[in-house]
């Protein structure tokens, strides 16, 4: 046994006889909702078997795709082969990066900067190797000995059971894409930005994903008044999570932001359409009483047409269409001759976007 800590543990020596080096463990951002000692168990590659949420000690067998960690401070550190550190265990679905799941100790691959790890099952093309991890050992807790699963301690602490009786708030404007990358980031933070500037109340949250302090931080960077993601309530993503963990999550968040009182709360959800998770929320009745006002983001005019059909088949009313379409003036006529659905670049005035979503402002102002 080995013992680790974030404050105290910044040096550690294997427990090799072969080998007399003292390593320095980095702790990923995935761990920065732990403070404590724990204990690194000898690896069991026979009996020892992962779960979403488990955190583990690595050491990078080969440096490839991901050249940096994003620490528990959020900073970004250069990471070399040979290097340890602190992950979690987490499945991930990127269209344009891996397609990972959590199936074993052997063949892991690190999956985000915040430290999720991975065995991968598919990759873009367009990606060369993934860098490659060794894995040394769960995280256990030292006095029962169990293992530390992330999202077992933080959700069991926060989540809250859906309440069909409760009233639902109407001010949730959802912004959902035709895939990954249609902008969909870069539009809530313009929209929390346009209603701050307004003197607003904005929340603003990402409900799926991976993990990453990216989303998070462009929604404070853009003055919201609350934000927060997934990864706050320790899922380290939310691809194969269970349909009851999913809107246990849901009503979680929403009943926490709403302690805030906000005048308006943007959701982002991550992915596309036709992305498991996001097909089922926007299918569920208790995701669409929750939702005052849907926007799609897409890349181009067809993706964008099929989106907002898509939505529309569901019984939901979009309110506007933006995201990477409104790079290509082309895109945007071709969809505008085949729709009266507003198309809003995220350099659209305030004044324009407040009177696109002004309905949805139900609370009245501070």
């Known amino acids: 046994m080995m013992t680790l800590s974030q404050k105290t543990a910044s040096l550690v020596k294997l427990n090799n006889p072969e080998n007399s080096e003292y390593y320095q463990i980095k702790w990923s951002y995935a761990c920065r909702m732990l403070n404590g000692a724990y204990e690194i168990s000898e690896p069991d590659l026979i009996n020892d078997k992962p779960f979403v949420g488990d955190l583990a000690l ?16 959020n900073k970004k550190m250069r990471i070399y082969q040979g290097d340890l550190f602190v992950g979690v265990f987490g499945n991930r679905y990127a269209t344009d990066a891996y397609e990972a799941e959590v199936e074993g100790i052997k063949d892991l691959a690190l999956l985000t900067t915040a430290g999720m790890v991975g065995t991968i099952k598919s990759r873009h093309n367009s990606l060369g190797g993934s860098t490659e991890l060794l894995f ?12 530390i699963n992330i999202k077992q301690i933080i959700f069991q602490q926060r989540c809250s059971v859906p ?11 959802v912004v959902v894409g035709s895939g990954m990358n249609s902008g969909k980031t870069t539009f809530v933070r313009k929209l929390v930005k346009s209603f701050s500037q307004q003197g607003m109340v904005v929340a603003a949250c990402k409900l799926t994903g991976s993990i990453s302090p990216r989303d998070y931080d462009e929604m404070v960077a853009a003055s919201a008044f609350y934000a927060t ?35 308006i709360i943007i959701m982002e959800i991550a992915d596309g359409v ?24 897409a890349d181009s005019a067809p993706s964008a047409l099929y989106t907002v059909q898509f939505l529309e088949n569901m019984g939901y009313k979009v309110k506007a269409v933006s995201g990477a379409i409104t790079s290509s003036p082309l895109y945007v006529k071709e969809f505008e001759e085949s729709s009266t659905i507003p198309v809003l670049s995220s350099a659209t005035s305030t004044v324009k976007l407040g009177s696109v979503f002004g309905d949805l402002m139900t609370k009245k102002r501070r």
Not at 163 to 173: I, M, Y
Request: glycine share 6%; hydrophobic share 35%; charged share 30%.
């Open 58 to 73: 690595f050491r990078v067998t080969r440096i490839g795709s991901h050249v940096r960690l994003i620490d528990t401070n």
């Open 136 to 147: 040394l050992g769960f995280l256990r807790d030292k006095l029962s000995n169990q293992k």
């Open 274 to 297: 036709m992305q498991k998770e996001t097909k089922f929320l926007l299918s569920e009745p208790l995701f669409k009483k929750r939702v005052g006002g849907i926007m799609v983001t």
């Open 163 to 173: 309440n069909e009786s409760k009233p639902k708030s109407t001010n949730l404007l």
């Open 229 to 263: 993601d997934f990864s706050d309530y320790g899922f380290p993503s939310t691809y194969k999570c269970e349909e009851k963990e999913l809107l246990r999550l849901l009503e979680t968040m929403l009943a926490d932001i709403e302690k805030a009182n906000p005048e």
